[in-house]
């Protein structure tokens, strides 16, 4: 019967790797953080073109602007970021909203 434990203890220490999709994924993390969070978890759009997440490295980059920058724009709302996770990403729209802006 010993040998029964080590097998069950095994099983229930197994992690287990599924194929989900993209959008798959991020609903099943989004429902996990929303068990844990008093505040609901915010939408984030998917997807390529306009709504398209930029890294801040890319964003930095397209802006011509430091990190610094980014996070002061985004403190005083002039180009807001979005988080997932710990990970800071932008909207391409927003961001080429910026360029059309200061242009």
Same mark, same amino acid.
């Given at each position: 019967?010993?040998?029964?434990?080590?097998?069950?203890?095994?099983?229930?220490?197994?992690?287990? +790797?599924?194929?989900? !999709?993209?959008?798959?994924?991020? !609903?099943?993390? #989004?429902? &996990? +953080?929303? @068990? +844990?969070?008093?505040?609901?978890?915010?939408? /984030?759009?998917? @997807?390529? @073109?306009?709504?398209? =997440? =930029?890294? #801040?490295?890319?964003? !930095?980059?397209?802006?011509? $602007?430091?990190?610094?920058?980014?996070?002061?724009?985004?403190?005083? %709302?002039?180009?807001?970021?979005?988080?997932?996770? #710990?990970? $800071?990403?932008?909207?391409?729209?927003? /961001?080429?909203?910026?360029?059309?802006? %200061? &242009?």
């Amino acid at each position: 019967m010993k040998w029964l434990k080590h097998i069950l203890n095994m099983v229930q220490n197994t992690i287990k +790797f599924v194929d989900f !999709s993209k959008e798959e994924f991020i !609903s099943l993390i #989004r429902e &996990a +953080f929303e @068990g +844990f969070t008093t505040n609901p978890v915010k939408e /984030v759009p998917l @997807g390529q @073109g306009i709504n398209e =997440l =930029l890294t #801040r490295e890319e964003t !930095s980059k397209l802006l011509k $602007v430091s990190y610094t920058t980014l996070f002061h724009w985004n403190n005083d %709302a002039t180009l807001p970021a979005h988080k997932i996770g #710990r990970k $800071v990403f932008y909207l391409r729209q927003e /961001v080429i909203d910026k360029l059309n802006n %200061a &242009a």
